[in-house]
């Protein structure tokens, strides 16, 4: 009986809880969808750094130097640390691209048409230098010597500066195919420097007795270095190619492409921009296509061609 009397209560109770008005809800609060802030970004966390290659145009000193200021100028306009990346090779510098390992590089003409083939490299922007967005390869003797002439370095030896460097390898060796000769045949040795300014070096200092290199190297060298005019002699001098490019990998956000490609672009306008690019012995940068390298193309895919031709 007294459990039927306790089953009894609990049911009027819930009976009773059931009916009763709904208490009323506090407001949350108006929220204006129009004015989000981003959420701040922890204390503790680090921020990605802008990894950037540089292909061992010039030495590894000389390229700390020359890029430190432009490097320091991207990291103040992003907001963000960059991180310079040198490798010794082009190869490598492309391979790091391939992968997405860096995010934006400094490379050679041949480097870029290489890697637009293999995996779609992509251009950002190019430097202009001296009113121009094209350059030359340039062969060089020492002034001293009794070569005045591609023909007077047969039996010698020539420095190359990269396996895959447009002026410094490629482009002298289209110039002896067009002789009918390779480098095997023609040259008494050949070695390589992994850069353009000690492939100068090794002929200002006799270990060389000639080499091809990027004109605009060689004129920024002469500047710095106005003494090495009466020390070097240019027996040829090629047609214009595309301006060595600051490409992209393609694995990088559309959206830090362009802020990028903004930055760059705009940087002549502002001091610390124009001593960044003083440094460098740029003018500005400027928009590319690939349509620009066209010519460059054309003697890589003959040199290629010849090369595989047993």
């Given at each position: 009986m007294l459990l039927r009397k306790l089953t009894v209560t609990v049911l009027l109770a819930l009976l009773i809880s059931a009916c009763a008005p709904a208490l009323p809800l506090q407001p949350a609060g108006y929220v204006d969808?129009?004015?989000l802030e981003p959420l701040p970004t922890p204390v503790n966390q680090e921020m990605v750094p802008l990894r950037v290659a540089i292909a061992a145009v010039i030495s590894p000193q000389g390229t700390a130097e020359g890029y430190a200021p432009l490097l320091q100028y991207l990291s103040d306009k992003l907001n963000r640390p960059v991180e310079?990346?040198?490798r010794r090779t082009y190869t490598e510098i492309n391979e790091l691209l391939r992968?997405?390992?860096v995010d934006l590089a400094f490379v050679c003409t041949s480097s870029y048409l290489i890697g637009r083939d293999q995996f779609g490299l992509e251009l950002l922007v190019a430097p202009q230098v001296n009113n121009k967005v094209t350059y030359q390869a340039k062969v060089l003797v020492r002034a001293d010597s009794p070569y005045y002439e591609l023909e007077h370095l047969r039996g010698r030896v020539f420095a190359f500066t990269d396996p895959t460097s447009f002026t410094g390898r490629i482009y002298p060796t289209y110039l002896l195919q067009q002789m009918g000769e390779t480098p095997q045949t023609f040259f008494g040795r050949t070695?390589?420097?992994?850069?353009?300014d000690d492939a100068i070096r090794a002929v200002v200092d006799g270990l060389a007795d000639g080499a091809?290199?990027?004109g605009v190297v060689l004129?920024?060298?002469?500047?710095?270095?106005?003494?090495?005019?009466?020390?070097?002699?240019?027996?040829?001098i090629s047609d214009e190619f595309g301006m060595p490019p600051v490409v992209v990998s393609p694995n990088l956000r559309p959206q830090l492409k362009a802020e990028l490609a903004d930055v760059l672009l705009n940087m002549h306008l502002d001091g610390q921009g124009e001593l960044a690019l003083e440094a460098l012995g740029y003018?500005?940068?400027v928009r590319v296509a690939d349509e620009d390298y066209q010519s460059a193309r054309a003697v890589m895919s003959q040199v290629s061609?010849?090369?595989?031709?047993p």
């Open positions: 969808l129009s004015k310079r990346i040198q992968t997405g390992e070695f390589f420097t992994y850069s353009h091809s290199v990027d004129d920024f060298a002469l500047k710095r270095e106005p003494e090495l005019a009466s020390k070097i002699r240019v027996i040829h003018d500005r940068f061609s010849e090369e595989a031709t």
